[in-house]
């Protein structure tokens, strides 16, 4: 069974920063892209950062570009994001996603989600 | 970026009946458009990629037809677990996106 389990929310300042990471089982880890999408309380879908399978593919939503780094550690089936200088529109839910198999872009299934909340 | 523009925002429905939520797209992008279900404090779950193939499991109440730049979900025979929000996303292209979703309710 897929399992995406994300860690690492929490309450943080303005300015401060955060790591989360997701942790994956159950599928073939670096057979596949993974994602982090994000959703502000009672808002829809924005899509954050994706990376390829082997790391070869990086790119960012427009918001967070110099902000956010997203890596991951095939070794240990662990996807991370390195959120900086953060900001209250950063607030959110944010969910790691696993790819459609072959695909890079199309986002298949999704963890249950951490919550970052961004105040002083 | 490639905007993605559903319709309705939301839409009111009763048990049994069929419903059609729009997706469109500010450019042609073929076939690469994925249907999503989100319950409440629950995760988004895939129901139909490239446009119109559904996921494994998903019931076949659920279907997708289009391309281009013009998209449709239409759920036939609507029972109480199917009133949901539904959201598409384009994979052309980065950045990903999605459609600002649809409220079913009852």
């Known amino acids: 069974e897929v399992q995406l389990v994300e860690s690492g929310g929490g309450l943080v300042q303005p300015g401060r920063s955060l790591r989360l990471s997701c942790a994956a089982s159950?599928?073939?880890?670096?057979?596949?892209?993974m994602h982090w999408v994000r959703q502000a309380p009672d808002k829809g879908l924005e899509w954050v950062a994706g990376?390829?399978?082997?790391?070869?593919?990086?790119a960012y939503a427009d918001s967070v570009k110099g902000r956010f780094t997203i890596s991951r550690d095939n070794a240990k089936n662990s996807l991370y994001l390195q959120m900086n200088s953060l900001r209250a529109e950063d607030m959110a839910l944010y969910y790691c996603?696993?790819?459609?198999?072959?695909?890079?872009?199309?986002?298949?299934?999704w963890g249950q989600g951490t919550l970052v909340t961004v105040s002083s | 970026d490639i905007q993605m523009t559903q319709s309705p925002s939301s839409l009111s429905a009763s048990v049994g009946d069929r419903v059609t939520i729009t997706c469109r797209a500010s450019?042609?992008?073929?076939?690469?458009l994925a249907w999503f279900q989100q319950k409440p404090g629950k995760a988004p779950k895939s129901l139909i990629y490239?446009?119109?193939i559904l996921q494994s499991g998903v019931p076949s109440k659920f279907s997708g037809s289009g391309s281009g730049t013009d998209f449709t979900l239409t759920i036939s025979s609507l029972q109480p677990e199917d009133f949901a929000t539904y959201y598409c996303?384009?994979?052309?292209?980065?950045?990903?996106?999605f459609g600002q979703g649809t409220r079913l309710e009852i």
């Open positions: 996603a696993k790819a459609g198999r072959g695909w890079l872009r199309l986002l298949h299934y």
């Open positions: 159950g599928f073939t880890f670096d057979d596949y892209a």
């Open positions: 990376i390829s399978w082997n790391s070869g593919t990086i």
């Open positions: 450019q042609g992008i073929s076939n690469y």
């Open positions: 490239a446009a119109s």
């Open positions: 996303q384009q994979y052309n292209s980065f950045p990903i996106t």
